[in-house]
């Protein structure tokens, strides 16, 4: 089993209403981190799980129909915040990133894919054939932008499919072993996007980065759902209460993993 080195950014945030992310709380504003991670394997080199945003999403939504994203969300980024920024400061060329792992196509997820020259993409089969040839408001009730996508996608990606997958994790269910060597597992949570994947990955401290399967900790630790009313923005209700519940169990039984969900300020504090 190959252990990795393992680092937790943001690039920017956005501003949410806590009572959407958690039912029956007040209704202040809370700060959704655009959180990345940043692995280092022996033998594959700088992996990238997500990207954050980058400036990008201002330039394309400034008109319709993707202007009304950028006034349903308000968001924060700046140039020293983007990844391909923070890590030319710790020395690392954007042609060195040599795998960038796509939990969902929403914008806060894909924003920085272009910086990356180099990187093989790899993604969910069905995540990426759920938004492929979705343009307009199609792409807008996804929280897909297109134009953040690279033009040579495709030529660039792994396509994964957990379909006649017969290795499962307890709780967590059948994943991929991305590297054949336990460093990177891939397992899939669908609910919030069609197709989303997480993944636990064997650092010094075994971490599993669960994307927006939760958005806050008190999501997975008490089962505390957010408003129903987010179930106008998800592509599964049932699916997403089914894959909290895997992951409440999985942390009962597994205190000592961390667990991440990407927009956890809480979260982001304590490992940064």
Known sequence: MTTIKFNLASAGYCEANQSHALRNESSRTIKFYATYAHLEHPIHGHILFDTGYTRRFYEHTRKLPFSIYAKITKVYIKEKEEAVYTLKKKGIDPIDIKFIIISHFHADHIGGLRDFPNAKFICSKIAYRDIKHRRGYQALIRGFIPNLMPDNFESRTKFLSFDSIHQKLENLGPFIDLFGDKSILIIQFDGH???????????????????????????YVNLHLPNPIVRLFFDSWKDYKKNLNKIHKYHKENPKTIIIPCHCEQTYREIT
């Open 193 to 219: 996007a069609k197709g989303q994947i997480g993944a636990l990955v064997n650092a010094p401290n075994k971490t599993l980065l669960i994307s927006d399967a939760a958005w806050q900790k008190e999501n």
